[in-house]
């Protein structure tokens, strides 16, 4: 008999998980302690913005008409624990307030209130990503017959029914072979259309997925200073991308120079990494990662000194500036440490007047964000500005019609902090457009 799946907690990662796990054809039930989050994917809809999931939810949500049926929700422990086989543990680790090291409460929490229903034989797998040593400690609170399993999750905001269905591969730290093997048989498609299975340990399998963020993060950064270095020394970042990215050791990914990394995964991430290094006396390992968090954080002071420069140079007082892009990145509703969104708060407290307008964030830049002015469109945001920040990289921005959006501003001129709009459409049109890491004409 096929294996019955539940997930606990059902944001991004979890939401996505479930959906996928149902597509994969097993029977899911997924779990959030928030009622009204179960309240939406029981009807079909998704609490956030990811391109793709509502459809694949609508596919197998119980009770939507031509649904499979194979998905179900609920806020009962008591049910999920006689439902599942295996137990993905979706939920999520935030930084602590006021320090570096991850907060475990809410997979502390889902751990104690799963410990004590689930079946003999069970199986929990960890999802979330945590400090190295977790698991070990997390194991401990299962009862005799359940086991655990890591499996860290890499999907990326944006991508993560893509990155979910075919993962470019799958890490499973375990103790048994039995826990191997039953999680071969939850992965058997992706296994089949060749993606790699790792087998490992616990600490190895936490430690990949922070290190694999951790490069991350350091690929960013490094580009980021040679857009330090090119504007001083009058280079052009793009153009040193593009040709040491030919080099295939290096390749082209992840080297967009601009007001840098953002979100709930990489600053936290590196962060909390550096807390557990300290914590196991190898400190001196990551240090290199403080660098690539200040340089990652000098671009956001960067971009503002830029925009200040733009409109005169001494204050903002009394100047228009349009933001477009609030999220931390495109194909996201996603606000958390966002960039685009700490620029624009910068400027806003130094006295500038900010209209924001972004395609999906409105909605929680505005909780996180409510003394910002927001507009409905990128036309409304620009209207009077006397300069146009670019800080998150959306189709709608690239699409936009510069000659269009240069009859309504008061000045044209125009910010790219993502190096992602075309200079030579812009400067035809009679603005004056300056990025991170280029000359300025
Ligand atoms: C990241 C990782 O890419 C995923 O593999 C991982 O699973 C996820 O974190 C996680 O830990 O859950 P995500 O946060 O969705 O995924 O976003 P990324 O695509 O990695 O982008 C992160 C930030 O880096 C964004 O603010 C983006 O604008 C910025 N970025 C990315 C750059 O500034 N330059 C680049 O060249 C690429």
């Known amino acids: 008999m096929s294996l019955k799946i539940t997930v606990i907690g059902t944001g991004y990662l979890g939401a996505t998980h479930a959906a996928a796990m149902a597509e994969l054809g097993f029977e899911v039930l997924g779990l959030d302690v928030v009622p009204e989050k179960i309240e939406m994917l029981s009807a079909g809809k998704v609490p956030m913005y990811e391109p793709g999931l509502e459809e694949l939810l609508a596919q197998h949500v119980a009770g939507i008409e031509g649904s499979s049926g194979r998905l179900r929700f609920t806020t009962s422990w008591e049910e999920v624990g006689a439902f599942g086989d295996v137990h993905f543990v979706c939920v999520n680790t935030p930084q602590k307030h006021g320090e570096y090291a991850c907060d475990m409460s809410y997979v502390d929490a889902a751990f104690g209130s799963l410990a004590p229903v689930v079946r003999e ?6 999802k979330s990503t945590v400090p190295v040593g977790s698991a070990d400690r997390l194991a401990e609170l299962l009862p005799e017959g359940a086991e655990l399993a890591w499996n860290p999750e890499f999907l990326r905001e ?4 893509q990155d979910t269905l075919h993962p470019d591969r799958l890490v499973v730290g375990v103790r048994s072979e039995r826990a191997e093997k039953i999680l071969r048989e939850v992965y058997a498609t992706p296994i ?3 993606s790699p299975f790792v087998v490992t340990d616990f600490p190895t399998a936490e430690l990949v997925k922070t290190s694999a963020n951790s490069f991350l993060a350091t690929k960013i950064s490094f580009i980021n200073a040679m857009a330090e270095v090119c504007e001083a020394a009058g280079g ?8 040491i990215g030919y080099d295939d050791r290096i390749g082209k990914k992840f080297l967009r120079a601009g007001i840098g990394f953002g979100g709930g995964c990489l600053p ?5 990494f550096m807390a557990r290094a300290g914590e196991l006396g190898a400190d001196q390992a990551l240090t290199f990662l403080r660098e690539v968090d200040s340089i990652n954080m000098r671009r956001r002071g960067h971009m503002v000194e830029l925009a200040r420069e733009a409109v005169g140079g001494d204050s903002f007082l009394g100047k228009r500036v349009a933001v477009l892009g609030a999220t931390f990145k495109p194909d996201s509703d996603d606000v958390r440490d966002s960039p685009a969104l700490n620029v624009a708060g910068q400027i806003h407290l130094q006295g500038g007047q900010v209209t924001v307008y972004d395609p999906k964030g409105m909605d929680n830049a505005r909780r996180l964000f409510p003394t910002l002015g927001y507009a409905d469109t990128a036309l409304g945001a620009v209207r009077g500005a006397d300069v146009v920040l670019h800080l998150t990289e959306w189709r709608e921005f690239r699409e936009l019609d510069p000659a269009a959006l240069g009859a309504v ?3 044209r001129v125009i910010l790219d902090g993502r190096n992602a709009l075309d200079p030579v459409l812009w400067r035809e049109a009679g603005w004056t457009y300056r990025a991170m890491g280029r000359p300025a004409a």
Do not use: C
């Open 409 to 411: 501003t008061a000045e």
């Open 192 to 194: 089949g259309e060749g």
């Open 236 to 243: 052009d970042v793009v153009k040193l991308a593009e040709a």
């Open 121 to 126: 034989g069970s199986l929990v797998v960890g």
């Open 268 to 272: 936290k991430d590196i962060r909390a």
């Open 158 to 161: 944006g991508f993560a029914v």
